[in-house]
């Protein structure tokens, strides 16, 4: 056996379930935490991305990549914000159908914007010189990339764990779900909370969209996909729970690329399988939302 293929498989591995969470842990806000259901979550991604790539053409992989990784978050953020309040927040009452059915038609919606816009061919940049070396590790050379996706996934873990456990926003956060009119009859705005939630979550994903720029194949079809493995990875970890979705994150990574190995396609089988070995053994996830084992 070639361990040093397998050990680059499993860094590379940890490394793609690192973005994986990144963009599964605002989801596993919205919908875990909050009771939100957004299939566009993955639009939100696939638009980072093709806006990273657009400011690193433009504006060359160093100055491009920062400029990228500091105001697209923010657009999409603000965007998902506008969303929730002209779409989102009239169809809460019609429960997750309603959710579900105005999400899918705004994820269509948003995937032929971004055909018009971008176009249907593929983009692939490359990292900024910053990012583009290798760290040796165990015997092993670590793409500093690499290093930098799992730095940023630690830093978001640890900011949404303090955030969820320790902190004022997080008990409504979770109290929210419980029971909202409480909430709403002790003065707290329901509504702005869900909005804050979707402008957070829509951040993470934009993080994870630049920085997915320089692993390359930035397409129209990255919303679907990668909102398949979000799913896949709050429903693996459990509905809101943070660790148990890096977990997961991390899981799902190692196994798509330790299948490499030995398949040629066939990464969301892969995925599914491995989704469906957790949830025989644990039918809720890994763990469950913060407080509610």
Same mark, same amino acid.
């Given at each position: 056996?070639?361990?040093?293929?397998?050990?680059?498989q499993?860094? $590379?591995?940890?490394?793609?379930? &690192?973005?994986?969470?990144?963009?599964?842990?605002?989801?596993?806000?919205?919908? !875990?935490?909050?009771?939100?259901?957004?299939?566009?979550?993955?639009?939100?991604?696939?638009?980072?991305?093709?806006?990273? $790539?657009?400011? +690193?053409?433009?504006?060359?992989?160093?100055? &491009?990549?920062?400029?990228?990784?500091?105001?697209?978050?923010?657009?999409? $953020?603000?965007?998902?914000?506008?969303?929730?309040? /002209?779409?989102?927040?009239?169809?809460? /009452?019609?429960?997750?159908?309603?959710?579900?059915?105005?999400?899918?038609?705004?994820?269509?919606?948003?995937?032929?914007?971004?055909? +018009?816009?971008? #176009?249907?061919?593929?983009?692939?940049?490359?990292?900024?010189?910053?990012?583009? &070396?290798?760290?040796e590790?165990?015997?092993?050379r670590?793409? *500093?990339?690499?290093l930098?996706?799992?730095?940023?996934? $630690?830093?978001?873990?640890?900011?949404?764990?303090?955030?969820? @456990?320790?902190?004022? @926003?997080?008990?409504?956060?979770?109290?929210?779900? %419980? %029971?909202?009119?409480?909430?709403?009859?002790?003065?707290?705005?329901?509504?702005?909370?869900? @909005?804050?939630?979707? #402008?957070?979550? /829509?951040?993470?994903?934009? +993080?994870?969209?630049?920085?997915?720029?320089?692993?390359?194949?930035?397409?129209? #079809?990255? %919303?679907?996909?990668i909102?398949?493995?979000?799913?896949?990875?709050?429903?693996?970890?459990?509905?809101?729970?943070?660790?148990?979705?890096?977990?997961?994150?991390?899981? +799902? !990574?190692?196994?798509?690329?330790?299948?490499?190995?030995?398949? %040629?396609?066939?990464?969301e089988?892969?995925?599914?399988?491995?989704?469906?070995?957790?949830?025989?053994?644990?039918? *809720? !996830?890994?763990? @469950?939302?913060?407080g509610?084992?």
């Open positions: 056996m070639n361990w040093q293929l397998l050990g680059a499993l860094l $590379a591995g940890v490394a793609n379930g &690192g973005l994986y969470f990144l963009v599964a842990s605002g989801l596993t806000l919205l919908w !875990g935490a909050m009771g939100v259901v957004n299939l566009a979550h993955g639009s939100f991604f696939m638009l980072a991305a093709f806006c990273g $790539a657009t400011c +690193i053409r433009l504006l060359g992989p160093e100055l &491009g990549f920062v400029v990228a990784i500091v105001v697209v978050p923010a657009v999409m $953020a603000l965007f998902a914000c506008v969303l929730e309040l /002209a779409l989102f927040r009239r169809v809460y /009452a019609s429960g997750m159908w309603g959710q579900l059915l105005v999400s899918f038609g705004l994820m269509l919606l948003l995937n032929n914007l971004a055909r +018009i816009i971008f #176009g249907t061919e593929s983009l692939s940049m490359s990292a900024p010189a910053q990012l583009s &070396g290798f760290v590790f165990a015997g092993f670590l793409a *500093t990339y690499q930098a996706v799992l730095a940023m996934t $630690a830093v978001v873990a640890v900011y949404l764990w303090v955030v969820m @456990t320790k902190s004022r @926003t997080g008990r409504l956060i979770r109290a929210a779900v %419980d %029971d909202p009119q409480m909430l709403e009859a002790v003065g707290i705005d329901v509504k702005r909370l869900r @909005t804050m939630v979707m #402008g957070v979550a /829509a951040l993470l994903a934009g +993080i994870a969209g630049v920085v997915a720029v320089p692993r390359g194949a930035i397409n129209t #079809g990255l %919303d679907v996909q909102v398949v493995i979000a799913f896949a990875v709050i429903v693996i970890g459990g509905l809101g729970a943070i660790w148990g979705s890096l977990v997961a994150a991390l899981l +799902i !990574g190692i196994a798509e690329s330790l299948s490499t190995m030995v398949l %040629d396609h066939g990464s089988m892969v995925i599914f399988a491995v989704m469906v070995i957790v949830l025989i053994f644990k039918p *809720t !996830g890994l763990r @469950t939302i913060v509610r084992e």
